[in-house]
């Protein structure tokens, strides 16, 4: 570095070399080359290749550390639906049956995205979707009636529970004893109707009903009033039977009296066996 008249000259950083001509009696010379920086700072564009690998370096570092916090985030496309050949529509879409609309729509999304490659994936998951839905559509449009919950709700109402709770199953032995007396009380009264008709009968009934009642509840009064009771209802029950609802089997002047009697005759076999 050289300083003239306060001026500071720096050498030049690049040397040109020159030849001297023949013609001119000197020898041809070349200078040697002033050593040249070649420091970063001072050729920027050297930079250049150590950037663009920096940048793939961060480039491979940020998606090693996505892939490690969310899985492998690359697009398999050749992926295949595990449950396709499942025929159950549920099944196949990993639901319940009591499924709301919602969740089998997001099920259905859900899988179409992750097997949108694989055009047989994408058919089973659009063909299960679509029999749910109709299925569903069906029975809004028919709706199925469920006889056991109905039944159940019915039979645990506080009136139905209160008449179930005042019967009860006795031993076989009183059973077989109630429904033979009464057999035999409908057998004479088919095969010996009178011009009366079963008056006898009726009243033969009716002591046996206070009599097996008296066995079972041990108590006189109740066996009296569940007696009376049993045997107003059982007839009153017999003659609507008979005028609205069964046709008279048995023909003869007396088929209308035998009927009734014989309906009643039932109804008493239950009340003398089961009330309680």
């Known amino acids: 570095m050289m300083n003239a008249s306060g ?117 089973a998951i659009e063909s299960a979707h679509d029999k749910i839905i109709m299925q569903k559509f069906h029975e809004r449009k028919n709706p199925k009636i469920d006889v056991s919950k109905k039944f159940r709700q019915v039979r645990q109402s506080k009136a139905v529970s209160f008449v179930f709770d005042r019967f009860q199953t006795p031993p076989t032995a009183f059973l077989v004893r109630t429904a033979l007396t009464f057999a ?33 509840l041990k108590k006189k009064l109740w066996s009296f009033l569940y007696g009376t009771g049993s045997f107003v209802f059982s007839w009153l029950i017999g003659t609507f039977l008979m005028v609205s609802v069964i046709p008279p089997f048995i023909k003869g002047p007396r088929g209308f009296e035998v009927m009734s009697s014989l309906i009643s005759y039932v109804l008493l076999w239950v009340a003398s066996s089961y009330l309680r």
């Open 184 to 216: 035999v009380l409908g057998a004479l009264t088919v095969l010996f109707p009178t011009e009366e008709g079963p008056t006898l009968q009726v009243l033969l009934s009716l002591i046996s009903t206070f009599y097996f009642m008296h066995q079972r």
């Open 7 to 123: 001026l500071t000259l720096a050498p030049p950083k690049f040397h040109i070399p020159w030849r001297c001509s023949q013609r001119f009696g000197t020898s041809q010379r070349t200078s040697q080359a002033l050593p040249v920086r070649r420091d970063a700072a001072a050729c920027p564009l050297l930079q250049r290749p150590c950037f663009a690998l920096s940048t793939q370096r961060s480039n491979a570092m940020i998606v090693r550390a996505m892939s490690a916090s969310f899985g492998d985030l690359s697009d398999d496309s050749s992926a295949v639906f595990p449950r396709i050949n499942v025929k159950d529509p549920y099944k196949r879409l990993g639901i319940s049956r009591m499924a709301s609309e919602d969740e089998i729509q997001g099920a259905r999304n859900f899988l179409i995205q992750q097997y949108a490659g694989h055009k047989p994936s994408v058919d």
